[in-house]
């Protein structure tokens, strides 16, 4: 059973470019989170999403970002015009339960550099 | 909404057994705590889970008093492998919105 895959691994962008970062939640798994994490940072939340559904997105900036997790396909989160502040390490996690047990399962995560 | 509390850094020597307390205000009432555990350049890894009272897995032990407004995490003996960051997660709810945080994380440093 494959665990969270995230790709790419590494992403680097220039300002004002697009970012895309994939994330295939394991098997069975219907929840996914996102989550950035800045250098020598905790690691902040985003956005928690079911299929086809956005549950919660209070960590989402409210302009340039955007999730989505589509009936069939992994969960993409899209980062727009992408600034140097953007910079970081953005994982994704997924969970089979209620988000209340909050046993989440990480991917390696996907570190973006914009130049 | 409350926010997690745990201290940012702590050291130990090799064999020593360790306890990181994070504290949780305003829990929600159905809400697990579960720490993870994260090395550089790699996502967190789930260590340990529980409500309240006491929960043992072969890795570590989590105190949760009945208030559950805290949380300890024991490692046992801990060796050099164990260097990492400790996350403690709760959710919180209020004002109609759900959001799941983490704290800062703990750098724990074990020393030979």
């Known amino acids: 059973n494959a665990g969270v895959m995230q790709n790419p691994r590494h992403l680097v962008r220039r300002r004002g470019q697009e970012a895309r970062l994939r994330c295939s939640p394991m098997k069975g798994h219907s929840h996914v989170y996102w989550y950035r994490q800045l250098p020598e940072e905790g690691l902040k939340f985003m956005v928690y999403l079911q299929k086809e559904n956005i549950i919660d997105e209070s960590g989402m900036p409210k302009e340039r970002f955007s999730a989505e997790f589509p009936k069939e396909g992994p969960s993409i989160l899209r980062i727009q015009q992408v600034v140097r502040g953007d910079s970081a390490a953005y994982f994704c996690?997924?969970?089979?339960?209620?988000?209340?047990?909050?046993?989440?399962?990480f991917g390696p995560g996907t570190r973006l550099t914009v130049l | 909404l409350a926010k997690t509390t745990q201290p940012i850094s702590m050291d130990s020597y090799e064999g020593q057994e360790v306890n990181i307390t994070c504290s949780h205000n305003n829990i929600a009432t159905n809400d697990y705590i579960t720490w993870y555990q994260q090395f550089p350049s790699q996502g967190p890894r789930f260590i340990i889970q529980g409500y309240k009272t006491k929960v043992t897995n072969e890795v570590a032990s989590l105190f949760i008093p009945a208030d559950r407004k805290s949380s300890t995490l024991s490692l046992p003996r801990v060796s050099l492998s164990d260097t990492a960051v400790y996350y403690c997660l709760g959710g919180y709810s209020g004002a109609g919105s759900y959001q799941l945080t983490f704290g800062k994380g703990t750098k724990l440093s074990v020393i030979p």
């Open positions: 996690a997924s969970s089979s339960q209620d988000i209340r047990k909050n046993e989440q399962f």
